[in-house]
């Protein structure tokens, strides 16, 4: 069943006493809005009449009260739309966005409160868990681009499932309208479902409308900026399936017959009845277009299964789902036609899970506002699945009185070799070298074939297997890690497999030269992420990189005998099904590259049930072991020093240019006020506005002192307290003085980053003779990152100065054709500890 959640309000009203500073004014424009768009998505074929739900609740608690209703009747496809007022704070977490309801109010403040509004970082928890398997949200208002860095930090398995289209970028206004026809965003968003591109109809999925509608807005302009900025609408597509979301001029088919009493096919799926208009042609739309389709199930007159929760690690989320779905569908989980048991899964940052059940399962039953892990981890699991046996062993480690948990470890059922997975042209040449020699050998041989390669490995506080890798590159010395983090490649680990392999291709010439440490079943599933061409991988084997190795843990809580019986009976159930070695349970984890069994070193590994992935090995050879709690905890530890405290110097352009690109949120000073959150009291930062009179010894002006600043308000003011002056900057003479001073410092091995912030407007004089030239070799020489920042829409295009610049650098670019002001707030709290406010 798919459903649809159409919040408008169009009005906006309050209780308290009239402040013209703190209440909404209304947006007639919206009053059409969900009236039309209904019209749209009830004639496009992929929603029926009662599939459609409009709603103005009054405050948030009502907003929460609609979308639960919606999303306890979507399985399939699951759409949420918002048009109204979008808030932002640009002191308080200033990548946040709220939604104003009708009773909102605004409390004026530093930072204001916004007092009935929806706060969308946690809407994004509960859509996570919805049963839907396609969630696709459309959000119209102020200041939507805010959305996309809480997209950004969901886990991969949710990443798959989740679209999210923005109608502006980050921190900016739009207009809306004349009050008699919907919204200019939400109009073209109906005609395009209405009409199709080229107004012939044909089906419409998530990744065309996104790229239709970006065309046709980036014609108008926004209205927060005196300087006109392109009105760009975001997306953050999902990146499992694009998600159909109109079928239009097909003809529907003829009804069909009522669903066969007869018992269920093999494996218990019962065939599912085509309700949609366009369902005929499901099959043939989902092969052909790449497109997530979704058919209805038959009512029923079978009680509730028992819900079960299964937590797992980041990289296994995938596949864990893969198989639970099977499940569900499988004669092992039916009495007659009915299913026993509903299985939710959910993934969290490996670290904090161990450190939850560790340390805070009591807060799990009963949160505090300081320790909550069902808000940082999700609800009480019945089953976890870690990506390494000694994970279990950790979360046990220190646990004594007031522990809440009891964790039933299992055999590891399936297990996935760590590998380094090399571009083709530098690895080695026959299959007997790339198994059974250190890391360290294999990581000597690739740089002898390539001045400049590199290792990356994902986030060790994310996944266990970024943690295994960590444990790796050490090579038990975890005092090395300083040493090992300066080699690594440059910037802040992703968050998990997947996003690495996937992020490598986005730059041929990072991805050429980087060697990637991640579990193996990731060579077949973590590479089909978008149209990139990539550079060809190989797998070589470490020797000394502890392998996955995922056992099946049962967990019991304190208090939970109501239904104990019916609750152990469904945990156990699915237990023997998923770890059955013959079963379907294993085949859906050897499909997606996992070897069956734990992978003992003392037995001859096995091929995998499927043909090994492109570049892997069939057997390669005796295995490592599977690691230990304090190998893992030790490599952790000596990670997050290694990763301690940084230091950022911030570039102001503060030439007379950029008058148009001061003021708000969304000017210089602002958007550098936005990203101070992620740095903490021992992080040292400063900024130097740059601009100089002819002949002046600096091109720059400290503002404020390179160094700690325990109060960040304050340190925020004064950077708000920067003037423009009617100069010229000169950006060579600036940022090779910024390298020069950031060199100085004796502590080299802290992280360290340069901001520029700049209209672009005087790169003349960063470009004349061969300025460029040299600050391009300097800093590629200098070993500290720089972050061009450009308010000019082009500004990182390929080949402009800022995006030679970051480059050369190891750094980023970010222009206004993106989401400059998350994307800034991320890098810098990567250089960071993120312990500001």
Known sequence: MNHALLVTVPEYTSDLPPDPSGVLGDIAAVRHNGTELARALRGGGVFREEDVTTSSPAGSDLF??????????????????????????????????????????????????????????????????????????????????????????????????????????????????????????????????????????????????????????????????????????????????DVLLAALGVEPPAPPAPPSPDPPREGGRRRRVPVLAWAALALSLAVAAGFAVYRALPASPCASPRELRLLTDPDSAPTVRKAVNVYLESSANREGDCRRSGITVYAAKAADTVAAFRDSSRFWQDPDTDTNPQRDIGPQPDIWIPGSAAAVE????????????????????????????????????????????????????????????????????????????????????????????????????LPDGRALLCELPKVPAVDTRTAALV???????????????RTPRVAEYPADVPRLTLPFVHVRWDGGDRDKEAREDAVERFRAWLTDPDGAGIAAFTADGYRAGAGETHTPVSPPASPPAAGALADPGRLPDAGDAATMNAALEGYRKANGPGRVLFLLDNSGSMRGSWDGPGGGPGII?????????????????????????????????????????????????????????????????????????????????????????????????????????????????????????????????????????????????????????????????????
């Open 519 to 533: 579990p193996e079943h990731l060579l077949r599933t973590g590479v089909s992420c978008g149209r990139q061409t």
């Open 673 to 837: 006020q936005q990203s101070l959150g992620g740095l903490g009291g021992q992080d040292e930062y400063g900024l130097w506005t740059v601009s100089s009179k002819p002949g002046a010894a600096d091109p720059y002006t400290p503002v404020l002192a390179l160094g700690t600043h325990r109060n960040h308000d304050e340190a925020k003011r004064i950077v708000g307290g920067a003037r423009i002056e009617d100069n010229e900057a000169d950006p060579y003479r600036a940022l090779s003085q910024a390298v020069t001073a950031m060199k100085a410092e004796d502590d080299d091995s802290r992280p360290r980053l340069i901001v520029f912030v700049t209209d672009d407007e005087d790169n003349t004089r960063l470009t004349a003779g061969d300025r460029l030239e040299s600050l391009v070799t300097t800093l590629g020489q200098a070993g500290v990152p720089v972050v061009m920042v450009s308010l000019d829409v082009g500004g990182c295009a390929k080949g402009r100065p800022d995006e030679r610049i970051a480059v050369a650098s190891g750094g980023r670019c970010l222009d206004a054709s993106g989401d400059l002001i998350a994307g800034l707030r991320d890098e810098v709290a990567r250089t960071g500890t993120g312990e500001g406010t």
């Open 394 to 493: 950790r979360a046990r480690s220190y646990s004594g009185g007031g522990s809440s948990v009891e964790l039933t470890a299992h055999e590891p059922f399936v297990h996935s070799p760590m590998v380094l997975a090399v571009p083709a042209q530098l690895a080695e040449g026959s299959e007997k070298d790339r198994f059974g020699r250190p890391l360290v050998q294999f990581v000597e041989a690739m740089t002898l074939r390539a001045e400049g390669a590199v290792v990356a490995r994902s986030d060790p506080e994310h996944t266990d297997a970024g943690l295994l890798a960590t444990v790796g590159l050490y090579g038990n010395r975890p005092g090395a890690a300083a040493g090992v983090e300066r080699g690594l490649a440059p910037g802040r680990p």
């Open 64 to 241: 929460f009260r609609d979308l639960m209703r919606a999303r306890e009747r979507a399985d399939g496809l699951l759409l949420l739309y918002f048009a109204g007022h979008g808030l932002v704070s640009s002191y308080n977490e200033p990548d946040e966005l709220w939604l104003a309801m009708p009773r909102t109010t605004i409390v004026p403040g530093d930072p204001p409160a916004f007092l009935q509004a929806v706060r969308w970082s946690e809407v994004l928890p509960a859509l996570c868990q919805a049963r839907a398997e396609q969630v696709v949200v459309v959000l119209d208002c102020c200041h939507a681009g805010n959305a996309s860095a809480a997209w950004n930090r969901l886990p991969a398995d949710q990443r798959e499932r989740i679209s999210l289209l923005a109608c502006v970028q980050a921190n900016d206004r739009i207009d809306a309208g004349d009050g008699d026809t919907p919204t200019p965003f939400t109009g073209q968003l109906v005609r395009l479902l209405e009409q199709g591109v080229d107004g012939a109809g044909g089906e419409m999925g998530f990744g065309a409308l996104c790229d239709a509608l970006r065309t046709h807005m980036s014609t108008h302009h926004t209205t927060l900026r005196k300087k006109p900025t392109p009105w760009v609408p975001q997306s953050c597509p999902a990146d499992g399936a």
